[in-house]
T-cell receptor, first 109, second 114 residues
Framework: EDQVTQSPEALRLQEGESSSLNCSYT??????LFWYRQDPGKGPEFLFTLYSAGEEKEKERLKATLTKKESFLHITAPKPEDSATYLC??????????FGSGTKLNVKP | EPEVTQTPSHQVTQMGQEVILRCVPISNHLYFYWYRQILGQKVEFLVSFYNNEISEKSEIFDDQFSVERPDGSNFTLKIRSTKLEDSAMYFCASIPPATTREQYFGPGTRLTVT
């Protein structure tokens, strides 16, 4: 069964303190791995799509990488406005998406 | 910038009642989805819809659920006989044509079953 596990569940950083979030997955026929940001009480907001091992995508302070078993979301010099829950999702062979439980990031000034 | 919209933002209903959650996806999008998120838990896939029919559905999406795209703009989720455990945030999402399959999510409908 397709499965996504994210770690840590929660992460507290000081402003400027870089770190990484992990997403490990098992899926039949990976068609894409997706990162989203979710603010409290809102719908997920798309960040990145990764398709194959070795691929990397960057946007401002965020960089996503992909291997055959996991993906990392690297946050460089985070700011308080980066505080949110970061969700990882995968699409396998079919038109359905599996989400992880997310990492709740809190960046203190 | 176009957005996915959902109504109502909050729905309170009694157990056993029927509810209809409404979504207006972005106009040129082709794939449509419903998800639910129970408070503090993960976003769970319910159903995908393409070309006016269900594409995939999860084990959660049993006979009490149905979806429709009645008029080419609205996309609805009907829950026929609500249970306490149906209380959750329900999100609609859509995917534009020929893209990286990023989903655009609506703001959600919070369903409370009493």
């Amino acid at each position: 069964e397709d499965q996504v596990t994210q770690s840590p569940e929660a992460l507290r950083l000081q402003e400027g303190e870089s770190s990484s979030l992990n997403c490990s997955y098992t899926v039949s026929g990976l068609r894409g791995l997706f990162w989203y940001r979710q603010d409290p009480g809102k719908g997920p907001e798309f960040l990145f799509t990764l398709y194959s091992a070795g691929e990397e995508k960057e946007k401002e302070r965020l960089k996503a990488t992909l291997t055959k078993k996991e993906s990392f979301l690297h946050i460089t010099a985070p700011k308080p406005e980066d505080s949110a829950t970061y969700l990882c999702a995968v699409q396998g062979n079919f038109n359905k998406f599996y989400f992880g439980s997310g990492t709740k990031l809190n960046v203190k000034p | 910038e176009p957005e996915v919209t959902q109504t109502p933002s909050h729905q309170v209903t009694q157990m056993g009642q029927e509810v209809i959650l409404r979504c207006v996806p972005i106009s040129n999008h082709l794939y449509f989805y419903w998800y639910r998120q129970i408070l503090g838990q993960k976003v769970e896939f319910l159903v995908s819809f393409y070309n006016n029919e269900i594409s995939e559905k999860s084990e959660i999406f049993d006979d009490q659920f149905s979806v429709e795209r009645p008029d080419g703009s609205n996309f609805t989720l009907k829950i026929r006989s609500t249970k306490l455990e149906d209380s959750a945030m329900y999100f609609c999402a859509s995917i534009p044509p020929a893209t990286t399959r990023e989903q655009y999510f609506g703001p959600g409908t919070r369903l409370t079953v009493t």
